[in-house]
């Protein structure tokens, strides 16, 4: 059976979706290769969310939809939008699987999800809600000179809280990029960061 075939049929059944969601959360949590948050890392980003003073929460690279799911979940009253361009996933999906699978993840969760390149997604960032009300969490591209592109369209709009993964983590550019761009970070856990924009 291929791979597409096997989730699809966990998917479509609740208790293994259940069990296959926890079971590829510890996963995901226990193993930088696949991608994903910590347990920790995954709190922290619900507890920011919920105490920002924010009505939107973007997350750019959602991968499955796990964190995102974890947001909404937390926060009901929070818009939820999850975007990828479904370029990477640790299990070789291709792309059109790889964004049924967050589909199938995502479904009735409230979360909405939007296939998009980063870059395409920010630059109509505010045609789309208002950044001012927004924390946006950046976890697609990891390299140097594309955070700090995601970044200079995030400032230009305004968005009121910027975040993301792998802040750290010495295998990617973020820490650097980040650095450069906002002058170090408020808070921290774990390799998520946060900061809040002058106001
Ligand atoms: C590390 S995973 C994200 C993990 C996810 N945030 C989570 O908490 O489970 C990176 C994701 O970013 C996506 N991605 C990479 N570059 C991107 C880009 N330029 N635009 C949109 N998505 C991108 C990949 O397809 C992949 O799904």
């Not at 009901?76 to 299990?91: E, K, L, Q, S, T």
């Not at 594309?146 to 809280?161: H, I, M, Q």
């Not at 993301?164 to 980040?178: L, M, Q, S, W």
Request: aromatic residues 8%; proline residues 3%.
């Amino acid at each position: 059976m291929n791979k597409l075939a096997q989730l699809w049929r966990i998917a479509s059944h609740p208790r293994e979706l259940r069990l296959a969601l926890s079971g590829l959360g510890a996963r995901l949590a226990g193993d930088d290769a696949m991608g994903g948050l910590s347990a920790d890392e995954t709190a922290a980003v619900c507890r920011w969310t919920s105490s920002g003073g924010v009505d939107v929460f973007v997350e750019i690279g959602t991968l499955f939809g796990f964190t995102a799911r974890a947001v909404k979940a937390a926060s009901p009253g929070v818009r939820v939008i999850a975007v990828d361009n479904f370029c990477w996933n640790p299990f070789g999906l291709k792309p059109d699987e790889h964004e049924a699978f967050a589909h199938r993840v995502l479904e009735g969760s409230g979360v909405e999800l939007v296939r998009a390149d980063a870059e395409e997604f920010l630059a109509g960032l505010a045609g789309r809600l208002d950044p001012a009300r927004a924390m946006v969490f950046l976890d697609g591209s990891h390299a140097y000179e594309d955070v700090r592109r995601e970044l200079a369209l995030l400032k230009s709009a305004g968005a009121a809280v910027l975040s993301g993964h792998d802040y750290g983590n010495a295998r990617f550019g973020v820490t650097r990029a980040v650095d450069e761009a906002l002058g170090g970070v408020d808070e921290q856990c774990g390799m998520c960061w946060l900061k809040r924009a002058a106001r």
